[in-house]
């Protein structure tokens, strides 16, 4: 039998054989461990864990690895999945934080529930009231109702097709750090086919955002949830560019290998990242073992380069649904709407001719005749403000469906002039 260390609180004194730096539990055998109130494996009536792929494969996970799983786990990350994600982000990302162990900015990374759990986490460690964030115009309204408890000021930045506006998050930058004596802390971007726009961030402008970022000494939260659902090639990513340690990214495998496991992992300097684990320790202690283990299991399987071939098969499936969605849109919304194509994610955002508010077409005679969509305003920071743009989410429904929602209801809508 294996006894393993408790985690401690941060105010909490640890005892010898502990990882005090990481603030997790090291194996201690030489120790009778009568310390942690954890339970005992094995009154759990699981012993071994057995998936099936969708290509036939069968993966077992043997008796040790299944009750480890089940078990309290380190607060950071299981340590051989921490060690797998950091070589797959070298590998796409190769960022300068990593290369050079004496950096100023060091690198460190959590597992998360989840992108979400990583923004509420990154939150939690970097905002008090009064505090100025600056969210890109309209915004994914996950990261609006995250930062709602935490009594900061949201400040819009506006986007156009190659995406965040330098000038105008310039603009800001500098009036918020001449005149509101308020901590300016981060800028929230989803920069790859972004949740509502599809828009992705040419590298051009990254650069020039970067740049701001530096001379304002501001972060960066990077929100890299539709990473993998782009067209090829890759674009550089805000952590491929950090020199200085101010990019917080955020990961997911909710597209790509289940959102159901609620993983993900925040990435980014260490500083930040080791107050994100306490966070994590008072919060949840640590992202599901069962989920840490099915990941690692799958991902060992496929290897680096597989896990990445098999990105680009999902990328695929919804390129392929997004030309199905702009082909109907072609059909039957020329003229009444306006779109542009998104290079990859899972939404096309349309702005609907002859009306400044989408909202109640959406709500109420979309809705009538069964079509769920989302109105563009439920994307803005300030929802007092109108929106004649409709999210239509491509990912899910079937191609007829999809088709069918333009033939017989938008197109329908507008046609009858029930828009205004
Ligand atoms: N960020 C964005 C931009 C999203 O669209 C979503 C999913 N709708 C999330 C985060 C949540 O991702 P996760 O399942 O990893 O928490």
Redesign the pocket.
């Known amino acids: 039998m294996e006894w393993w260390g408790t985690r401690m609180t941060s105010s909490g004194t640890r005892p010898q054989g502990f990882d005090i730096a990481r603030n997790t539990p090291v194996r201690c055998r030489q120790y009778i461990n009568l310390s942690g109130g954890m339970p005992n494996e094995d009154t759990f009536p699981i012993k071994t864990m057995t998936l099936k792929l969708t290509d036939g494969t069968v993966l077992e996970i043997d008796k040790a690895t299944t009750s480890k799983a089940l078990q309290y786990g380190r607060t950071p990350g299981q340590f051989e999945l921490l060690r797998w994600l950091t070589t797959l982000l070298k590998t796409v990302h190769n960022p300068p934080t990593l290369q050079d162990k004496s950096h100023p900015g060091q690198f460190d990374m959590l597992m998360t529930n ?4 990583g923004m509420y986490k990154t939150l939690e460690t970097l905002v008090d009231e009064g505090d100025i964030v600056f969210a890109e115009n309209p915004t ?1 309204p ?1 990261f609006l109702a995250a930062a709602l408890p935490f009594r900061c000021q949201i400040v819009p930045i506006e986007m156009d097709e190659d995406g965040l506006i330098p000038e105008e998050f310039s603009i800001a930058l500098k009036d918020h750090s001449i005149n509101s004596g308020r901590k300016m802390k981060f800028l929230y971007c ?1 920069p790859n086919s972004g ?1 509502p726009t599809g828009i992705c961030y040419t590298e051009e402008r990254k650069r020039l955002i970067y740049g701001l970022a530096r001379e304002y000494n501001l972060l960066i939260l990077e ?1 890299d ?1 539709y990473f993998f659902l782009q067209s090829k090639p890759y674009r550089k990513s805000f952590l491929s560019m950090d020199i200085d340690g101010r990019v917080i990214r955020l990961d ?1 495998f ?1 597209k790509t290998i289940s ?1 159901g496991l609620r993983a ?1 992992f925040l990435s980014g300097p260490k500083p930040i990242v080791e107050k994100a684990i306490m966070a994590m320790q008072t919060s949840s202690k640590n992202c599901s073992g069962v989920s840490q283990a099915i990941l690692l299991t799958v991902l060992q399987h496929m290897g680096h380069d597989g896990y990445l071939a098999h990105c680009d098969r999902v990328a695929d499936f919804y390129l392929r649904k997004r030309d199905v969605c702009v082909k109907s849109a072609e059909r039957y919304l020329k003229g009444l709407a306006e779109w542009k194509v998104p290079s990859g994610g899972m939404f096309l955002w349309i702005k609907v001719k002859g009306t400044n508010d989408s909202y109640k077409v959406v709500t109420e005679e979309l809705r009538k005749r069964k079509v769920l969509m989302v109105p563009g305003v439920a994307f803005k920071i300030s929802s007092e403000i109108p929106s004649a743009r409709i999210r239509i989410a491509y990912a899910f429904a079937s191609d007829e469906q999809i088709d069918k929602s333009k033939k017989y209801r938008i197109a329908a809508l507008v046609q009858e002039d029930r828009i205004n």
């Open positions: 989840g992108v979400q759990d994914y996950g989803v949740n929100d949830a997911t909710s959102a993900g």
